[in-house]
């Protein structure tokens, strides 16, 4: 139980262009989903927080124009990453709360390459 | 908000040791402390966690301590295996009522056969 999937699970773009990625919770509800972004041999950032049907809630320094987090249900939440630039290339990493207790169930990752 | 500060960055012990990871935690209001272990390119994986009403916990070969007075939790692995080489991160809630979570730097851990 408690698997999170995360599409697509890799992308590569040029420069300018708009990436949508999905995180979903395969088999429980999720009242919350975070979105962390992680750089190379370094620890999980967090970039903001998703809860159903409200708006997302950024963390200090993350442009929420830039990086557009719709929860649209309690099994889905997209990322999108928005006039993308090199800069943005990362691997983009989702994870799910449900609706009892603080685990949180992390998606596989989607690693994003801007070129 | 909640900072968390985990040593060491890097541990590397023989099969078969005992490893210990150490985090501090800066929010007396944290209420549950998570370990992730996270192998190269892939997702981080729950190992292990602690609620602040408990002082330890243990499932087979590895325990996590919490000292909640002195704000700091570690993270012991007991009979090493060269499988259990991964990243380790340890985390903190701070005092969000939505489980925020704050992570520590990591732990490279590597068990040499």
């Known amino acids: 139980g408690a698997v999170v999937s995360q599409h697509p699970s890799w992308v590569i773009c040029k420069s300018g262009t708009s990436v949508k990625i999905e995180c979903r919770s395969l088999d429980f509800q999720a009242t919350t989903m975070f979105w962390y972004r992680q750089f190379p041999k370094q620890s999980l950032m967090l970039m903001a927080t998703s809860n159903e049907g409200s708006k997302a809630t950024y963390e200090q320094g993350v442009e929420k124009d830039k990086f557009l987090i719709n929860h649209a249900s309690l099994t889905l939440s997209t990322l999108t990453v928005t006039s993308a630039h090199p800069e943005d290339s990362s691997f983009y990493i989702c994870?799910?709360?449900?609706?009892?207790?603080?685990?949180?169930?992390f998606g596989p990752g989607t690693r994003l390459t801007v070129l | 908000g909640e900072n968390v500060e985990q040593h060491p960055s890097t541990l590397s012990v023989q099969e078969g040791d005992s490893a210990v990871i150490k985090c501090t935690y800066s929010?007396?209001?944290?209420?549950?402390f998570p370990w992730y272990k996270q192998e190269l390119g892939k997702r981080p994986q729950l190992i292990i966690d602690i609620r602040s009403n408990v002082g330890e916990k243990k499932d087979q070969r590895i325990a996590v301590t919490l000292n909640k007075t002195a704000k700091h939790f570690s993270l012991h692995i007991t009979e090493t295996q060269p499988e259990d080489s991964a990243v380790y991160f340890c985390a903190g809630t701070g005092g969000t009522s939505y489980g925020k979570l704050t992570f520590g730097q990591g732990t490279i851990l590597t068990v040499h056969p």
């Open positions: 929010d007396s209001a944290s209420n549950y």
């Open positions: 994870s799910a709360r449900g609706l009892e207790g603080d685990t949180q169930y």
